[in-house]
């Protein structure tokens, strides 16, 4: 993909967006740590990573497959690996050993109920949203586990040869978390958990052909929006985008319109997370706003 020009416009109807993606570049490259700078260039133009920069964002995997939580530990986490796995995807490494043998191990953690839940073990050190025995923790830790297969199954590199099902390599473990995330749904369309599990069931969902569950919680997301974080704002597109969610779409636009309104005059986005994660905040924003490549 050829760089990105200073700004993108994204229209439907009467609402227009315009992130101002020469800016959020530059603050990727003026704050961003090497490979932070290779995600950048992936997403900008598919610019191949030196094999010594995957090779850092890989390191410290369990020999099951997962990352554990914090360095050096011995149980692996889902939420960890999650995250390790955005990192990856950012830098067109899912088709490496690494993360397919970390989607791998993903699948073989799903319950018999179609959910995740993390080892018990990590009850004392694991974040609220990740906690072993909460349901609210349990069902976002699903719906990002189910995002993730969900992004393999999309990715001939990480899942094979895709074959007729949704979802390809992993399509029975995703059926099963889909119709399991849909079942919790509250009528109104919110759900049982923490703000982030909600674009991560509306893109499993979206990719599952299950378009009504997912409309009814787009609809609590668009009413929610205007008092998310910008970081939230970052992942929410980044997520729907990443799951082939149409940038014109009215979710989309609405979001964009959001980033527009936080985008700082550096050109970076606000992390909840504290101001080191300020850049990948900001590479999620560029994700989600950056040109759809020709065809």
């Known amino acids: ?35 932070e700078r290779a995600r ?15 090779e850092t964002a890989e390191v ?15 149980v692996a986490s889902i939420d960890a690996t999650c995250f390790r796995l955005v990192e990856l ?16 191990w993903l699948a073989s953690r799903q319950q018999a109920d179609g959910g995740w839940e993390e080892d018990a073990s990590l009850a004392e050190s694991a974040p609220e949203w990740a906690r072993p025995g909460d ?11 189910a995002f993730w297969l969900t992004v393999a199954g999309l990715d001939a590199r990480a899942s ?16 099963a978390a889909a119709h399991s995330l849909a079942g919790r749904l ?30 009814r919680i787009q609809v609590v997301l668009a009413e929610r929006m205007p008092k998310m974080s910008p970081g939230d704002v970052a992942w929410l597109a980044a997520t729907l985008r990443r799951a ?23 050109g970076g986005w606000e992390s909840d997370d504290g101001h080191q994660f300020d850049v990948h905040a900001t590479l999620a924003a560029i994700r989600a706003a950056r040109p759809t490549p020709p065809a």
């Open 186 to 215: 509250r009528p109104d369309g919110s759900w049982p958990s923490f703000l982030a599990a909600g674009w991560l069931s509306a893109a499993v969902l979206h990719r599952q052909e299950m378009f009504q569950e997912s409309a």
């Open 60 to 74: 410290g995997q369990s020999p099951d497959g997962g990352w554990p939580a914090t360095w050096g530990g011995e």
């Open 135 to 145: 349901p609210e923790a349990a069902f976002l830790v699903s719906a990002n586990a």
């Open 40 to 54: 950048l260039s992936w997403l900008r133009n598919g610019t191949r990573v030196p094999a010594e920069l995957l």
């Open 244 to 266: 082939g969610v149409d940038p014109q779409d009215w979710i989309m636009v609405r979001a964009l319109r959001r980033l527009t309104e936080t985008q700082r005059s550096d």
């Open 89 to 104: 995807d950012d830098l067109g490494a899912l088709g490496r050993p690494a993360a397919r043998r970390a989607l791998d």
């Open 160 to 175: 094979g040869p895709l074959d007729h099902r949704v979802g390809g390599a992993y399509a029975g473990v995703v059926q």
């Open 1 to 35: 993909m050829a760089d990105s020009p200073r700004r993108h416009r994204v229209c439907a109807g009467s609402v227009s967006a315009v992130v101002d993606l020469e800016a959020a570049i530059g603050f990727v490259v003026a704050h961003g740590d090497a490979v």
